[in-house]
C-alpha cells in the first residue's frame, strides 16, 4: 500500500474501534481512538499495562488542545510552537477522552504531532488517538520497526506498511508536566 492508501486504511479501522500498529513521529506506536474506552482496554490488554499507567494522546493541531484540556497553560503553545524535537506535555482537566485513558488525578499526556503519516490520519479522523510504545509493558521500548515482538504484531488488528524502514527520532518524546502554578518538570527527557 502507498501512503494515501495507508491513511484512508488507518482512518476506517480507527472509526471500528480498531488498534493499529503504526509510525508515530518518534518511535512505532499502537494505537486507537482515544474516545474509545473498548479500544483502549484491549491496547492495556494487549501489552499486559497496568491501567494506572497512562499513555499517551496525539493530536494535529495545537488548536485542538483547548478541545481535550479544561484549561491550556498559554506557554503551551510557545513550547510546542519552538521545540526542536517531539514534545509530550502532561496537562491537568482532562476532558472529552475515554476515562480509562485519563490519569487517576484528572491529568492527560498529549503530543502534537507532525508528519506525513500520523498527523494526516489525526486530522481526517477528526479525534485523537493514543500511543503507546510497540512493546510488552515488561520489555523495553522497540526503537525501530525490526525489533518489534511479533506477538505484538500477531496482536494488532491492522500493521502499517509505510516507513518500517525509516528510522525518525530514535528515542521517545521529551515528556514535562504542567503544575497548577503554571510552572513545569521535566518528566522524561
Not at 508515530?24 to 492495556?44: E, F, H, L, P, V
Not at 494522546?57 to 506557554?75: M, T
Not at 493514543?130 to 496482536?155: C, H, K, R
Amino acid at each position: 500500500m502507498n501512503l494515501e492508501e495507508e491513511i484512508i486504511k488507518s482512518v476506517e479501522l480507527l472509526k471500528k474501534g480498531k488498534m493499529l500498529l503504526y509510525p508515530t513521529d518518534t518511535i512505532w506506536g499502537i494505537g486507537c481512538d482515544a474516545t474509545n474506552s473498548k479500544a483502549i482496554q484491549r491496547i492495556y490488554k494487549l501489552k499486559g499495562r497496568n491501567e494506572n499507567k497512562g499513555m499517551i494522546v496525539l493530536l494535529d493541531s495545537p488548536d485542538k488542545l483547548k478541545d481535550y484540556i479544561k484549561n491550556v497553560p498559554p506557554i503551551a503553545y510557545d513550547l510546542i510552537e519552538n521545540s526542536k524535537s517531539p514534545l509530550t506535555i502532561v496537562y491537568s482537566g482532562a476532558k472529552n477522552l475515554s476515562k480509562n485513558i485519563i490519569a487517576q488525578d484528572g491529568s492527560i499526556a498529549i503530543r502534537v504531532v507532525k508528519g506525513e503519516y500520523c498527523a494526516e490520519v489525526i486530522s481526517r479522523f477528526g479525534k485523537p488517538i493514543v500511543s503507546t510504545s510497540a512493546n510488552f509493558s515488561y520489555q523495553p521500548a522497540a526503537l525501530s520497526f525490526d525489533q518489534i515482538d511479533n506477538g505484538i504484531i500477531d496482536g494488532v488488528d491492522h500493521v502499517v506498511s509505510v516507513f518500517r524502514d525509516r528510522v525518525g527520532h530514535v528515542k521517545p518524546s521529551t515528556i514535562i508536566k504542567f503544575e497548577e502554578d503554571g510552572t513545569f518538570l521535566i518528566i522524561r527527557d
